[in-house]
Nanobody
Framework: QVQLVESGGGLVQTGGSLRLSCAASGSIFSINAMGWYRQAPGNQRELVARITNGGSTNYADSVKGRFTISRDTAKNTVHLQMNSLKPEDTALYYC???????????????WGRGTQVTVSS
């Protein structure tokens, strides 16, 4: 089992910043990728940003230039620095991890419970 603990959500005004963090723990042999998804009421869950074990990143077009994803490999932690926040960034943000258990060749996937980000206009 893998546990994901998210932190850093909250209420911020338009133009403000927040930093989300997610720490993974449990029966992890290695992590292939970590990322953040978000879901606003009435919308589908969408990828915000993702970083691979090799450090490659990809972002949703809507957040490019404003959000930065980073990872602390030694601590199995991923961060999402969110700047110039807009009301449309308001959503429940979920941490997502692709990982391998010891002796396994197939990736497993885990989700966090979500942390709320609200941007007021």
């Amino acid at each position: 089992q893998v546990q994901l603990v998210e932190s850093g959500g909250g209420l911020v005004q338009t133009g403000g910043s927040l930093r989300l963090s997610c720490a993974a723990s449990g029966s992890i042999f290695s992590i292939n990728a970590m990322g953040w998804y978000r879901q606003a009421p009435g919308n589908q869950r969408e990828l915000v940003a993702r970083i691979t074990n090799g450090g490659s990143t990809n972002y949703a077009d809507s957040v490019k230039g404003r959000f930065t994803i980073s990872r602390d490999t030694a601590k199995n932690t991923v961060h999402l620095q969110m700047n110039s926040l807009k009301p449309e960034d308001t959503a429940l943000y979920y941490c997502h991890v692709a990982w391998l258990a010891s002796g396994s060749f197939a990736s497993s996937y885990s989700w966090g419970r979500g942390t709320q980000v609200t941007v007021s206009s």
